[in-house]
């Protein structure tokens, strides 16, 4: 019985290590400018399924098809910009982590900025007009008022 209970065990020990490396991929590249490559550009590419996760972090299926295809096509001699292209084709403008610069984006890239501007301008008007306020020089009729309540103050 004892004989039994360690080879299970050591099983039981070993079997989620066996599952963890289950999941890795291996990469063969002859190059290693290629590898980096591979590696920025699974960094830079937004998983479809996943909310805010890489292709190269991610475990979804449809991240290992991406991963596959941009292997390919570094493999078939494509460009970044060439598998970039091919990769917002088939999955829209959602996998690129730093939209391009378009038409349709310049809201995007450009209401940050504007905003910006816009507090500023604000902040300017808001203390130029408190300057105003405050540097205005007190009317015959408000200073006379003004002694009077100090007067007032002081004899209470």
């Known amino acids: 019985m004892a004989r039994m209970i360690r080879p299970l065990l ?21 190059d290693p400018v290629l590898e980096r490559r591979y590696q920025d550009l699974t960094a830079t590419l937004r998983c479809p399924k996943c909310q805010n996760q890489a ?16 292997y390919t096509l570094l ?19 959602y996998v690129l982590y730093n939209p391009r610069l378009e038409g349709r984006t310049l809201l995007l890239w450009g209401l940050p900025a504007a905003l910006v501007l816009l507090g500023a301008l604000v902040v300017v008007l808001m203390v130029r007009a408190r300057r105003r306020t405050s540097a205005r020089e007190l009317s015959a009729e408000e200073r006379a008022r003004l002694d009077a309540l100090i007067k007032r103050e002081r004899t209470e």
Not at 11 to 30: C, H, S, T, W
């Open 75 to 93: 493999q078939d001699g494509r460009s970044d910009k060439e598998i970039l292209d091919f990769m917002v084709n088939r999955f829209g403008d």
């Open 55 to 70: 292709i190269d972090d991610s475990d979804s299926p449809i991240a290992g098809d991406m991963r596959d295809r941009v």
């Open 10 to 30: 050591a099983l039981l020990i070993l079997l989620p290590l066996f599952a963890l490396a289950g999941g890795i991929e291996v990469r063969q590249f002859d």
